[in-house]
């Protein structure tokens, strides 16, 4: 029986179904089950929150206004250390105020701007794949159901032709009884075999039910018994090269790390920008004459620091750690599914050289059911 599941299975492959109603493939299961998963909604989230990101850091290029308002006092302030006859010099308040606003303009900040941008568009691409990779594992659960279901198609088949091998006992039974040429119990024996198939067909469609209003539940539509689904074409050889979303997504996260080790190296370059400060103070630019009297300052501003240097080694080593570490997982990754590949290839094989013997062993289970049935009619 085992053997021809197998034949039923496999065979199906080679032969398209019937198109009764509504008819779905896999790859219309793939495209609805994707359009309706919630997790697909987050990749426009995503998208959004990027553009924003990005849209704010073009905003670093705009001129930067700040508004500042100062009230001081100090222990000591600047005296004439002279002394003039018939001359008074008024000694300072210690107590000042200031309000004032500035104005900034980035003239250049050695590329930190464009490289914080391109890290952000570089760490977009690795959440978008990171979605791939756990969308992938959905098509792996619609596929699981939707064959499913076509080996509970193909069980409901072989189970109704077994009905059919026993209804047909039963007949040939029921008429040798009222000729008086057969035991009753030999009906009793098919009649109970007969509901034994029933019952496996009630646990058939069972089953199929659940699996169909799974599918549904992914797909957001319903699965009736009107509803036919395609059985896919087997591809005739595994492709060459792996292509899984996880390779992308290691490849993107490598990248990122390498745009961040350029932002270690930019973000130690020297700035340079133009300012303007004007406002009101007491004392204002005049730091003898006391009195609030509006001032103004202009010019360019030069700014430097190297405490970056101390730390930016080690901050690149690191970053270079998690590139090895992504290398790694990502060998790692294709040594495993390579390795299932194999193992795939190895038990399609074997199923294929199992589907060769299988067509001598039904010829042969042929025989058997044919003399069976004769001598069932010969008593």
């Known amino acids: 029986m085992k053997y021809i599941l197998f034949i039923l299975i496999f065979s199906s492959l080679r032969i398209s179904a019937q198109e009764t109603g509504t008819m779905l493939s896999l790859e219309e299961c793939y495209a609805l089950a994707l359009a309706q998963y919630p997790l697909s909604k987050k990749r426009d989230l995503m998208k959004k929150s990027s553009d924003f990101t990005i849209e704010n850091l073009s ?15 100090q222990s000591e302030v600047t005296k004439v250390p002279v002394s003039t006859p018939g001359l008074n010099i008024p000694e300072l308040n210690k107590d000042q105020y200031k309000l004032y606003g500035e104005l900034n303009q980035l003239l250049y900040d050695g590329g930190i701007i464009k490289q914080q941008k391109r890290a952000a568009a570089a760490q977009l691409k690795v959440q978008d ?3 791939q990779v756990e969308l992938y594992q959905l098509k792996e659960r619609v596929a699981d159901i939707y064959f499913g279901i076509l080996v509970f198609n193909e069980q409901l088949k072989q189970n109704e032709l077994l009905k059919n091998d026993i209804q047909i006992g039963i007949n040939t039974v029921s008429a040798q009884l009222k000729n008086g040429t057969a035991y009753r119990s030999s009906a009793d024996l098919l009649r109970a075999e007969y509901l034994k198939a029933e019952q496996q067909a009630i646990s058939i469609r069972s089953y199929k039910k659940a699996y169909a209003a799974m599918l549904g539940l992914f797909i957001n539509r319903e699965i009736t018994m009107n509803t036919s689904l395609k059985t896919p074409s087997p591809p005739a050889l595994f492709p060459a090269e792996i292509n899984r979303p996880e390779i992308n997504f290691f490849n993107y996260s490598g990248q990122s790390f390498e745009l961040d080790k350029k932002s270690i190296i930019v973000a130690n370059r020297p700035k340079l920008n133009f300012f ?3 406002g ?6 005049n730091f003898l004459k006391e009195a609030f009297e509006p001032y103004y300052i202009g010019g360019i501003r030069l700014a430097w620091s190297f405490t970056g240097f101390y730390t930016s080694k080690k901050q690149q080593q690191i970053l270079d750690l998690k590139i090895q570490e992504i290398e790694t997982d990502k060998e790692t990754f294709l040594f495993n599914t390579t390795q ?3 193992q795939q290839e190895a038990e399609i094989a074997r199923l294929t050289e199992y589907l060769v013997s299988d067509d001598e062993i039904i010829t042969l289970r042929n025989n058997v059911k044919r003399a069976a049935l004769a001598q069932l009619e010969n008593g």
Do not use: T, W
């Open 59 to 73: 905003k670093g290029y705009l001129p930067r206004f700040d508004v500042f308002a100062q009230a001081s006092y």
């Open 129 to 131: 794949q990171q979605l």
């Open 276 to 278: 303007f400060q004007g």
């Open 280 to 285: 009101i103070g007491n004392p204002a630019l």
């Open 340 to 342: 299932a590949v194999q």
